[in-house]
């Protein structure tokens, strides 16, 4: 029995011994404490914290002149990387707050707390009395006074530890995956940094990302530019922040209300007054860095110009709905003259590596240095769209599958709309510091005999044209491009563009100007800083395309969505000047955009029902003669678009803007017909917008 007692008694010892070594608790170690006796650490902590405090603290200037007397109650942490992070703050003066703030995030990283010998998260609450005195502090150790266990105590953290967010925004959009949202004139602010020479930019896929713009224009920097004075939660929201803007240590998210309210006249209409009332809402953010995700809705009803309202409803789709809003999509009745159509965007961004960015979702993708693009264009309506852009060397290789639709009457399956592919690859070489090549292919396909997404158009590298002819020439529509750009100095660059839809090279030899042979091309300037005036842009553009490109017999093919072109709103058989120029000033900016034109367009009258080729959802084997074919052919339009736009940038966190804008269009054909007529108009328009995308009206 004896023996027992004895053998109890040892076992409790032991038991009390392995307690003390194995589950020992070591609160925070400043790198001057690391020697220091364990059950000395904590008073080390403590006059370590004070000195910090004691040593950076600045009484603010109003608190002194009030000769304020009492304390700044802080409530801090210290995390599992030694991290120190303050929870709460309270005061009478919220300038003492902010200072404790301040002076808190600037403590060095340290030695976390451990417990039994793992990382562990350490709170404290420290009063620091004013006016600041040298004296003998010690900090509270939460969990000791609230007498729970270290698993308890983590308990009661975990919600707050993952809704806890960083006092300051840091805007980490700025360096993420997500795109920038694609407009001309904001995209011109940074256009000149990327195309300086020396720099190993890619410029012509868009939109691009923040990371890949953040190399070559301080967005933080600009912004802060832009910075004006507010003191009020409402003036910091309506002039410079997001709405709803959190952070925390891995993740970030914002929230932002959109508007498009726009009131205008059109002087050649019957009912004048015109309108657009969008309302919608933005959320965007990131999971760790690589994720990003962005989603838009918006909601909407309108009535346009006369000849953006006639351009609209011949665009009808099959069905009871009236129209589609160029750009847009489809539109349904809203009132008696006006249009209902809501719009919704979003997509994911994934970047594995610095090689890869990999992006799903629904909108719009754009090709090219220009203001138009003859190979891949930002002109019609959102769709899905799958993208993988690939980064090396002086490459980038964008691949690109889109799911269309054709709307057509005549296209319509067990009343819906029919489905039809296109995937696109498009590599951009840098071949020195001033030249920049690119080669674009892309292919077209259609949702017939239950063929579906045909997996031979997966392959990001094969040559389409080869998978095309293999699959049967009738089973798709392949089309050929090819980009260039020069950089003059830095201040001037030259671009252009070549489409080859059909070639015949013994044609061409015998001087026939066969309709086999549809292509187009661009060429284009741009002269930044233009005669010395800062952010003084200036563009000159002509793009030129031949009857019956983008079109084919078999009509579901052509290179359209929602009948609206891939490439050129104008579709073909025209060609066309361009004049813009654009400048901002802070928040202020300025837009001048000049477009002659001429077009040949089909009559449709019943006596010539032919296809003259600008139409691409007409069958090209309706063309009226194989030589000869010109551009102009048909009804012969000179075009005249001007538009001269002037605002103020009201927030640059949401792009909201208010602005007012004139557009001038005169559209002389030689011939009228019911469809077509002479017509001029004047547009003037005020509006309130959050700029997210380009709005085309210079059809």
């Known amino acids: 029995m004896k023996q027992f007692i004895v053998l109890v008694l040892l076992l409790v010892q032991y038991s009390s011994y392995s307690q003390n070594v194995f589950l020992s608790e070591k609160p925070p170690v400043f790198p001057n404490c690391e020697g220091v006796a364990i059950d000395s650490l904590q008073k080390c902590f403590d006059k370590n914290v004070f000195d910090q405090i004691y040593n950076n603290f600045k009484v603010p200037q109003r608190v002194f002149d009030e000769n304020y007397k009492g304390e700044v109650v802080v409530l801090f942490e210290v995390d599992t990387t030694g991290q120190f992070r303050v929870i709460y703050t309270d005061a009478l003066y919220k300038e003492l707050k902010d200072e404790a703030i301040r002076v808190f995030s600037e403590f060095p990283k340290i030695k976390p707390a451990t417990y039994n010998t793992r990382k562990t998260f350490k709170q404290y609450s420290i009063p620091i009395k004013i006016p600041l005195v ?69 410029t012509a896929s868009k939109p691009f990302l923040y990371e890949e713009v953040a190399q070559y224009y301080n967005f933080k920097t600009e912004k802060e530019k832009l910075q004006k004075e507010a003191t009020t939660w409402a003036g910091r929201k309506l002039w410079n922040e997001h709405l709803v803007q959190l952070q925390g240590k891995d993740y970030w998210f914002t929230i932002d209300p959109v508007f498009d309210l726009q009131a205008g006249k059109d002087t050649d209409a019957d009912f004048k007054s015109t309108y657009n009332n969008t309302r919608g809402i933005v959320v965007q953010g990131g999971l760790g860095k690589n994720f990003n995700f962005y989603t838009a809705v918006f909601e909407s009803q309108g009535r346009f110009a006369d000849y953006v309202n006639r351009y609209a409803e011949s665009l009808k789709a099959f069905g009871p709905d009236p129209a589609i809003i160029p750009g847009r999509g489809i539109a349904k009745r809203f009132k008696t003259d006006s249009y209902d159509y809501p719009v919704a965007e979003a997509y994911l961004s994934y970047t594995p590596s610095k090689y890869f960015n990999f992006q799903f979702g629904h909108g719009k993708t754009f090709i090219g240095d220009g203001y138009r693009s003859l190979v891949l264009s930002d002109v019609a309506s959102p769709h899905p769209f799958f993208k993988i852009n690939t980064k090396f060397w002086k490459i980038k290789y964008t691949n690109t599958w889109m799911w269309l639709r054709d709307v057509r009457p005549e296209a319509e399956q067990d009343k819906s709309f029919l489905t039809k592919y296109i995937a696109n690859h498009y590599l951009s070489w840098n071949v020195s510091k001033r030249l920049n090549l690119g080669f674009f292919e892309s292919v077209i396909w259609e949702n017939s005999n239950n063929r579906g997404f045909d997996v031979n158009y997966l392959n990001p590298i094969i040559f389409y044209r080869a998978i095309e002819f293999q699959t049967g020439q009738g089973a798709g529509n392949a089309i050929l491009g090819a980009t260039a750009k020069y950089k003059w100095n830095d201040n001037i660059n030259m671009y252009s563009q070549f489409i080859l839809d059909e070639f015949s090279l013994n044609d061409i030899k015998a001087g026939e100007k066969s309709w086999k042979n549809k292509y187009g091309y661009q060429l284009g300037i741009k002269y930044y800083n233009a005669f010395k005036i800062d952010n003084l842009m200036l563009q000159l553009e002509y793009n030129r395309i031949r009857p019956y490109t983008y079109s084919h017999n078999t009509i579901v093919l052509n290179y359209a969505h929602s009948n609206e072109s891939k490439a050129h709103p104008w579709g073909a058989n025209f060609s066309e000047a361009i004049v813009i120029g654009r400048y901002h000033y802070k928040r202020w900016f300025a837009n001048a955009k000049l477009i002659f034109g001429v077009r040949g367009l089909d009559f449709n009258d019943g006596n010539d029902d032919f296809s003259y080729g600008a139409d691409i959802y007409r069958d090209y084997n309706d063309r009226p003669f194989d030589t000869g074919v010109k551009i102009g052919q048909g009804i012969k339009t000179k075009i005249f678009n001007g538009n001269l736009q002037a605002g103020y940038l009201i927030n640059p966190s949401s792009n909201l803007k208010v602005f007012t804008d004139i557009t001038v269009r005169d559209f002389n054909p030689e011939a009228n017909t019911v469809s077509t007529f002479k017509n001029n108009t004047i547009w003037i328009n005020f509006g309130l917008r959050t700029d997210l995308f380009n709005w085309y009206f210079d059809f």
């Open 134 to 202: 040298n004296q003998s502090v010690v900090t509270q150790d939460l969990a000791k006074t609230n007498k729970i266990s270290k698993l308890e105590e983590q308990a009661k953290r975990e919600f707050d530890s993952v809704s806890r967010s960083k006092t300051n925004f840091e805007t980490p959009a700025y360096n993420s995956q997500l795109n920038i949202p694609f407009t001309h004139h904001d995209y011109s602010r940074f256009d000149r940094n990327m195309n300086l020479l020396g720099t190993n930019s890619h």
